[in-house]
């Protein structure tokens, strides 16, 4: 067999990208960095108390249910027990921000590639590729690009939990039943309106189930990051298993597993899924419509007779 | 054809949709069914390549505000056929004229204005918006056409209450039985008011009663719109309930056009008539498509000995008797002319009975089979001035309920 030295090979476009395209890089560094500070500045703004309320509440109103309200709200309140609430606060700007940027270019991309053969040739095996190439073979290369801190892991994040978001906003557009988008097309719709008005409502469901596995493989790579100096929950466990802490490694495991049940039962319920229907939910109440009529309806034979013929 | 205006004639006028020579091709590129196409047995070339034809050379028109019906099995063609009016089926060649406007060679945005406008749609499956209320699906064809949410709103309300839906429109479809759903898609198609309504199979995912319900509603809103409607069925009953005009089709090609009775009384070929074998052939057939002449009638005036004799001639037990002015005065027995003979009377007049039933020619053999062999003569057919349009003999009456092919006038 001949050998191609594939090896040698990459490390010459990495060369290259990294002596002609460093401006690039640098400017991608630069608008992380303040999207991760952003946010981080926003999660921890308030004192971890009042964010730990502020959070059980958004809990509450998402997931409509008073029990693993509760559950959540004293697992955060275990986080800063821990002393770890600005850690765990750091390690959720990072999913967030990487969550964000792999949303708003998934999304758009998943959309494309359920309309076009073509792009869905081209962008199926490259999702493949992300996801099954090992982290750290594109990890250290980041870290070449951008330095050690926050930025690789993130755009390392980015790499690892954007597929969902592409399969699942392709698959959900796919699966709208194709007689309804017909008859959308049937009344003069044009393509942007079936899309708007048909396509995406109906595919919240299955578009939403990818929004919650991007943040729960982007808090996957929370510890990963933490190898490259991510800060956040992923140095607290990368530094206490290197100087064999045990108890500390089991602490921010801890956080990491509860951030892990907050974000995703929360961002479940957004998307529909798990939400309670609690009757002291406030409820509205449909238009011009009374109570009596709506329950005759109810039972699907509200109809009146038209005919007698149906004998 | 150049896409425009074709000129108008005085018989296009009265044409709503003219297909000509539509074929479609599934399965194959433009170029590769362009050739196919143009083969001796286009149907074999194109299979050959791979592909299949939906529709194969299909030319019909539909006049303005008649109910058509395209009928066949599963396979057959119709639903393809009915795509290309709105073209959500591009036809592979072929033209297809809207009143006289070619909508093969339209642009996208008058396609958007044609489907919004001029033709409206009701699906097998119903195929409402299931995020949207009853009312907001009624509206959408209004909202594509951008008109305000208040006046839209109103006007489906009045399209909800013409299926029997009003005071349902803050209902979502989830909380609707089958036949209310359908009646939502009828009242979206409704509310645009189209000139021109297709129908894929509306009515066949609904339970026999309610079909029964959605028809006879149907044709209730075709009674005061007299609406150009293409209606796609695989229920000849259905077909016969509904239609004014039926087109069977088979593996993508017409087989027969024609009225109801007609493909009853006359199958073109056995396909038709396998499957006219199921009909209800009582409730379709009419006095009109079984008639024939009267093989003996005689005048009043005709002398009662004469009259007798004839009657032996012709082996019958008594014939009709019509005035000077040709109208039906009744019937004579061969016992009623002996009577007259041995009084002497001059004409038959005296021995005049009405000892028989008419029927008009539009009545359904089904309300007045239980009359024949009743009487002296068969049943009889007159029309509304009394003159008589011939007779229904009880072994016509059979032999077109059974499975006898030929059952045409005599």
């Given at each position: ?176 039943d194709?007689e309804t988008?017909?008859a959308a ?127 | ?122 699906f097998?499956h119903f195929s409402l918006f299931p995020h949207r209320t009853v009312?907001d699906n009624a509206?959408y ?31 979502f479809p989830h909380?609707l039985?089958?036949?209310m759903r359908q009646r939502v898609g009828?009242a979206r ?222």
């Amino acid at each position: 067999m001949p050998d191609f030295r594939i090896g040698e090979r990459g490390d010459a476009v990495i060369n290259y990208l990294r002596d002609h395209f460093g401006g690039f890089f640098d400017v991608i560094q630069q608008v992380m960095t303040d999207l991760l500070g952003l946010t981080y500045q926003a999660l921890s703004a308030l004192s971890p108390l009042a964010m730990i309320a502020l959070l059980t509440v958004l809990a509450l109103v998402a997931t409509r249910r008073i029990g693993l309200t509760l559950i959540l709200g004293v697992g955060l309140l275990v986080i800063e027990s821990m002393d770890l609430w600005f850690e765990t606060m750091q390690s959720m700007a990072t999913v967030l921000g990487a969550t964000a940027v792999a949303l708003v270019v998934g999304i758009p991309l998943g959309i494309w590639s359920a309309f076009s053969p073509v792009v869905r040739a081209i962008v199926t095996p490259l999702l493949d590729f992300m996801q099954t190439i090992p982290v750290f073979v594109y990890l250290l290369p980041t870290v070449l690009f951008f330095g050690i801190g926050p930025v690789p892991g993130v755009v390392a994040t980015i790499v690892f939990a954007a597929p969902p978001a592409v399969r699942l906003t392709q698959l959900g557009i796919r699966q709208v039943d194709a007689e309804t988008v017909e008859a959308a097309t049937a009344f003069g719709a044009s393509r942007w309106e079936v899309l708007r008005e048909v396509q995406l409502p109906l595919a919240k469901a299955t578009i939403m189930a990818g929004v919650n596995q991007v943040i729960m493989l982007a808090l996957s790579m929370v510890v990963v990051a933490g190898l490259v100096g991510g800060g956040g929950l992923g140095s607290i466990v990368v530094n206490a298993v290197q100087s064999l802490q045990i108890g500390a490694s089991i602490e921010g495991g801890l956080a990491v597993v509860i951030l892990a049940i907050y974000l995703d039962r929360v961002s479940s319920a957004l998307g529909g899924q798990g939400r309670g229907n609690p009757t002291w939910w406030p409820r509205r109440k449909p238009a011009g419509a009374d109570a009596a009529h709506a329950e005759q309806v109810a039972d699907g034979v509200g109809a009146p007779p038209l005919s007698k013929a149906a004998a | 054809m150049s896409g425009h205006y074709s000129q108008p004639t005085g018989e296009s006028e009265e044409l709503a949709i003219v297909g000509r020579h539509l074929t479609k091709a599934y399965g194959l590129s433009e170029r590769k069914a362009a050739k196919a196409l143009e083969a001796p047995d286009p149907a074999a070339a194109v299979a050959a390549e791979g592909g299949f034809l939906g529709a194969h050379d299909v030319s019909f028109q539909v006049r303005k505000g008649e109910m058509f019906v395209i009928m066949g099995l599963s396979g057959s063609g119709k639903s393809t056929l009915l795509r290309m009016i709105n073209r959500l089926n591009e036809p592979t060649s072929g033209e297809l004229l809207i009143d006289g406007e070619d909508i093969v060679t339209a642009s996208k945005t008058r396609l958007r204005e044609l489907r919004n406008n001029k033709i409206g749609m009701v699906f097998q499956h119903f195929s409402l918006f299931p995020h949207r209320t009853v009312r907001d699906n009624a509206a959408y064809g209004l909202k594509v056409r951008g008109m305000p949410k208040a006046e839209r709103h109103e006007r489906a309300e009045a399209a909800l209450a013409r299926v029997g839906l009003a005071g349902k429109g803050h209902k979502f479809p989830h909380e609707l039985s089958g036949g209310m759903r359908q009646r939502v898609g009828l009242a979206r198609a409704l509310a645009v008011d189209p000139p021109i309504l297709l129908m894929d199979e509306p009515f066949s995912a609904l339970d026999p009663l309610i079909r029964r319900d959605m028809q006879d509603l149907l044709s209730g809103l075709q009674a005061e719109d007299r609406r150009t409607t293409v209606f796609v069925t695989h229920d000849l009953n259905e077909a016969m309930r509904i239609g004014d005009q039926i087109m069977v089709m088979r593996d993508g090609k017409v087989i027969q056009v024609g009225a109801g009775v007609d493909i009853v009384a006359r199958p073109a070929d056995d396909y038709v008539s396998e499957f006219v074998s199921d009909v209800d052939r009582a409730r379709v057939l009419t006095a009109q498509d079984l008639v024939r002449p009267a093989l003996l009638t005689m005048s009043v005036k005709e002398p009662p000995d004469v009259a007798l004799r004839r009657l032996a001639d012709n082996e019958a037990n008594g014939a009709f008797v019509f005035d000077v002015d040709d109208r039906l005065l009744g019937v004579v027995s061969d016992t009623d002319l002996l009577v007259a003979i041995n009084a002497d009377q001059p004409d038959l007049s005296g021995a005049v009975s009405q000892d028989y039933d008419t029927v008009e020619p539009d009545a359904v053999v089904g309300d007045f089979m239980h009359l024949s062999g009743r009487r002296l003569v068969p049943i009889t057919v007159v029309d509304r001035e009394r003159r008589l349009a011939g007779v229904v003999p009880r072994a016509a009456i059979l032999s077109a309920l059974s499975h006898v092919k030929e059952t045409s006038h005599a």
